[in-house]
């Protein structure tokens, strides 16, 4: 299996900074791709970013410019520094991690999200 550590949450004021970092760690063959996502009650779960093992990055548009997602392949980590937070950003972040994992049968993929961190931005 796969564990996913986040951590970095917290609460901040409008136009500060956050940086949440994950860590996975387990059975792991190779990671795809590492992102995060994001949710408010009442709404659905939203990409906010995510990064390839190559490189290559995909950003929402609310966060394009304020946010930079990054990731250690050796280490298995990912992070996102975000800048210039708002009010809207206040959500529970998840970290999402697509692996190919080992097993006594072979190689599998494997989609693991983790706990979730609250990031609150006030006034």
């Known amino acids: 299996q796969v564990q996913l550590v986040e951590s970095g949450g917290g609460l901040v004021q409008a136009g500060g900074s956050l940086r949440l970092s994950c860590a996975a760690s387990?059975?792991?063959?190779?990671?795809?791709?590492m992102g995060w996502y994001r949710q408010v009650p009442g709404k659905q779960r939203e990409l906010v970013a995510a990064?390839?093992?190559?490189?290559?990055?995909n950003y929402a548009d609310s966060v394009k410019g304020r946010f930079t997602i990054s990731r250690d392949n050796a280490e298995n980590t990912v992070y996102l520094q975000m800048n210039s937070l708002k009010l809207e950003d206040t959500a529970v972040y998840y970290c999402?991690?697509?692996?190919?994992?080992?097993?006594?049968?072979?190689?599998?993929?494997?989609?693991?999200w983790g706990q979730g961190t609250q990031v609150t931005v006030s006034s």
């Open positions: 387990g059975n792991i063959f190779s990671i795809v791709t």
């Open positions: 990064l390839s093992r190559g490189g290559s990055t």
């Open positions: 999402n991690v697509n692996t190919i994992v080992t097993t006594t049968q072979g190689i599998r993929s494997l989609e693991v």
